[in-house]
Each structure stands twice: as structure tokens, then as C-alpha cells.
């Protein structure tokens, strides 16, 4: 008796707590995500400053013909009332945020203990994954040390290399915190290069170098699990502001704040950080990858969402000089998606022209000053019916053409010459 009493005391202490986790998480009832269309720059720019500078508002995806925005409920209304005034169509695209994320949520309620890509998990979860995987083939696996978030914790990376001699491509993930997709699809593809059994993906795994790291932004990666969901930035606070975090995407070194391509408003989702690399995660892969540049001949940044392939430039619209070849590499990614069955459909572009203009993203950082001359921003599924919270589900589908599209791209960019090895052997 006294143990049942006890095991009801520990089972009301445990409940307590998931009730009180809960509690303390960001909702989102009712907050609705709108899709408007603009036709110029001045009204996208309207509605951009709304979630710039008003509570209540947060930007999803902005490109020269739509932008998507959510809303909470009690401002539903003047977002109406602005979207008549400019004479901008819309559609409700999300009717109700948090019902994703309870979908969501379910999703991660299973009792299957093995880690696999039908939920997403928790950091813990994907670094004893990588642990897992660093035990299971030392031979071919290290790790890397790529550093120390914020708030204090290791950023981890995986390297797999089968020969001595290979060009090198690096991964990048889950810059940006609430795009989940980005590291799961980061895990699946590091279980492929390790166990697949496909010829190409073997010729894949065993004849280039790969640099993985699963969740660049730690802190803000466990905010989105224990805090809020929609969290996009870094946790490091800014002084003198009530607003937290910089977007780690344009903290880089390479046109930083040009352009309007970032924000200087700390509350802003876009905001560059107080100076170059003021973000300590920025810092240590920036640093990390400079000191193993002529090892890689792509740089690939894995985000979330729209489908689209972006090329450098971010700060202007002109072209880069191999643009011609950068975008025959993306088609290659794009085509072989497309070929699937389920169809996906890639677009792809310079930065500056098919999105937005961005200041200080790794992608640019890379191509503009560490001289990687393939480097995307690889924009994921999907294109606005869930936006950052994909259902599990998609997640296996997801990767097959994430695959299927990184086997084409490093196919066809073998073929133009990119991947010869740029260090002494
Ligand atoms: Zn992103």
C-alpha cells in the first residue's frame, strides 16, 4: 500500500510538471497565418514593417509576389482593415497556429524509444543519435568541436570521411531555430551516407568529405522545444533592448548590413546582431570553417521554407560571376526532385532576386570570403500549407528528395569542375 502511495505521489509530482512545462510554453490559438499578395516592393514592405515594429505580428516568408504573416487573433482585424486600404488580396494559409502544434506534439508522443524520422526530437535525443553513430563507425566518423553557444552549450558536428584525398562539402542546419525540418533531414542524411547500400549514395559517402552539423543554433533549438515554438533567432540578449537574440543568418562578415538586407532593430526577426559575428555560434562556425576552407567545395545551408534554391548574391542583384554554373547545379537539384513521385518542385535564384536582399548570411560569407564557389541556401518544404511545422510525416518523404537532389547537385557539380581537391595532398 505504501508503495502505491508512493508511486501516486511520484505520478502527481511527474504530471505536475509536464502541466507546468506546458503551461509555461507560447500558444498560439487563433493566430492565423494570412498569405497577401504585393505587387511591388512598396506594399511588401508594408506589411514587412508591421512585424518589424508592432506586437502581434511575425513574418513567415516575404518574396516579389506574397508574404506570409502571422497574426494574433486581437489584431486580425487592422491587419484587415490594412490590407483594404493597399487593396491586397489575401487567403488564410494557417487558420489556426496551435493546432499545428498540438498535431505536432501528438506526433512526439510515441513509445517507440529508437531514434528515427517519423517525430522530431529533442537536442539531447540528436546528440546521443550522433554519439551513437561516432561509437558505431569510428572509422570513418570523427567529431568536430565546432564550439559554445550562449548559453553555454557544445555545438556539435560529425565529419565521415572513407579515403584520404576527397573534396570536402559541408551542412549546415537549424540556423535558424524553428525550422526542424532542416536537422532532421541533417540526421537522415548522415544514417544514409553511413548505411545506404545505393551505389550512388555509397559513391556519395565514400568519395567526398562530408561536415555535418545538425543544429547550428543550440540555444535557440531547445527555446523552440521547452519555450516557443516560433522562435527563429539566437538567445543571446541585447543590451539596452527588452527584445532577445540577433538572426544568426546575417551576423556574418560579408556585407553585413548593407543594402537593408538586415534589421538593426533587435526586436526585428531579421535583426544582424550588434556587429559582425556578435553571435558566438556564428563565430565559432565562421571560424571553424575558415580554418578548413580549401577542404570544401560546397556549403550547403539548410532552412526552411518555400522550395526554392538560393544562390549568392544576397546584398545586390547583380550576378556572381560562375552564376551561370550556380544555377545549372541548382536546376540539376531541382530537376531530380521533380522526378520523384511525389513531385516536389524546387525553384531556384540568387538570394536578392527571388526572395529578399540579406546581409551576412553564411552562404554569402563562404562564397564571398572563404572562396567556395557552390554555396546554397537550401529553402525546404513546403510552400506555405504548414510552413515551419511540416507534419512528421512529410519528414521521410522530405529527405528521399533531399537526397535524390544533393546526389544530382554534387553530380553536376563534379561535372563543371567544382569538386577537384584545392589542398596539397
Ligand atoms: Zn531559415
Not at 41 to 57: D, P, S, T, W, Y
Not at 127 to 132: G, H, I, S, V
Not at 188 to 205: E, G, H, K, P
Request: charged letters at 25%.
Amino acid at each position: 500500500m505504501k508503495v502505491f502511495r508512493e508511486a501516486l505521489i511520484i505520478f502527481g509530482f511527474l504530471t505536475a510538471c509536464l502541466v507546468f512545462a506546458e503551461a509555461s510554453k507560447e500558444r498560439y490559438d487563433n493566430f492565423k497565418v494570412l498569405k497577401i499578395k504585393t505587387k511591388n516592393a512598396r506594399q511588401r514592405q508594408v506589411i514587412e514593417e508591421l512585424a518589424e515594429n508592432m506586437k502581434g505580428f511575425n513574418l513567415w516568408h516575404s518574396d516579389d509576389k506574397e508574404v506570409h504573416i502571422m497574426v494574433n487573433p486581437q489584431k486580425l482585424i487592422y491587419l484587415q482593415n490594412v490590407t483594404r486600404s493597399y487593396q491586397l488580396p489575401f487567403q488564410v494559409m494557417v487558420s489556426n497556429v496551435q493546432s499545428l502544434i498540438d498535431a505536432e506534439q501528438r506526433a512526439q508522443s510515441t513509445d517507440d524509444l529508437s531514434f528515427g524520422w517519423t517525430r522530431y526530437y529533442l537536442l539531447a535525443d540528436i546528440e546521443a543519435f550522433l554519439d551513437d553513430i561516432l561509437a558505431k563507425y569510428p572509422e570513418v566518423t570523427s567529431h568536430i568541436d565546432i564550439g559554445t553557444s550562449y548559453e553555454g552549450r557544445k555545438i556539435h558536428g560529425i565529419k565521415i570521411s572513407y579515403k584520404q584525398g576527397n573534396p570536402g562539402i559541408f551542412i549546415e542546419s537549424n540556423i535558424h531555430a524553428r525550422e526542424w525540418i532542416t536537422s532532421a533531414t541533417a540526421t537522415w542524411f548522415i544514417n544514409q551516407l553511413l548505411t545506404s547500400t545505393d551505389t550512388d549514395v555509397r559513391d556519395l559517402a565514400e568519395n567526398y568529405d562530408w561536415y555535418i552539423v545538425p543544429v547550428l543554433n543550440v540555444d535557440g533549438f531547445v527555446y523552440t522545444h521547452t519555450t516557443d515554438r516560433m522562435w527563429r533567432k539566437t538567445r543571446q540578449p541585447v543590451e539596452g533592448s527588452r527584445c532577445i537574440g540577433a538572426d544568426p543568418n546575417r551576423n556574418s562578415d560579408s556585407h553585413w548590413m548593407e543594402s537593408n538586407g538586415a534589421s538593426s532593430n533587435p526586436c526585428s526577426e531579421t535583426f544582424a546582431g550588434i556587429q559582425p559575428f556578435s553571435e558566438p555560434e556564428i563565430k565559432a562556425v565562421t571560424d571553424y570553417v575558415a580554418s578548413i576552407k580549401e577542404r570544401i567545395n560546397i556549403y550547403l545551408a539548410f532552412h526552411s521554407y518555400s522550395q526554392v534554391l538560393l544562390s549568392p548574391y544576397g546584398h545586390t542583384t547583380e550576378h556572381a560571376d560562375n552564376h551561370d554554373d550556380l544555377m545549372a547545379v541548382a536546376k540539376a537539384y531541382s530537376d531530380a526532385v521533380k522526378a520523384l513521385p511525389y513531385g516536389t518542385e524546387y525553384t531556384y535564384g540568387t538570394s536578392a532576386t527571388s526572395m529578399y536582399f540579406t546581409t551576412g548570411s553564411t552562404r554569402d560569407w563562404v562564397y564571398n570570403e572563404q572562396g567556395i564557389r557552390i554555396s546554397y541556401t537550401i529553402e525546404f518544404r513546403d510552400t506555405g500549407r504548414y510552413g515551419f511545422i511540416l507534419p512528421p510525416i512529410q519528414i521521410l518523404p522530405h529527405c528521399e528528395d533531399t537526397l535524390a537532389g544533393i546526389l544530382a547537385l554534387v553530380k553536376k557539380a563534379k561535372e563543371l569542375k567544382y569538386l577537384e581537391v584545392k589542398y596539397a595532398l
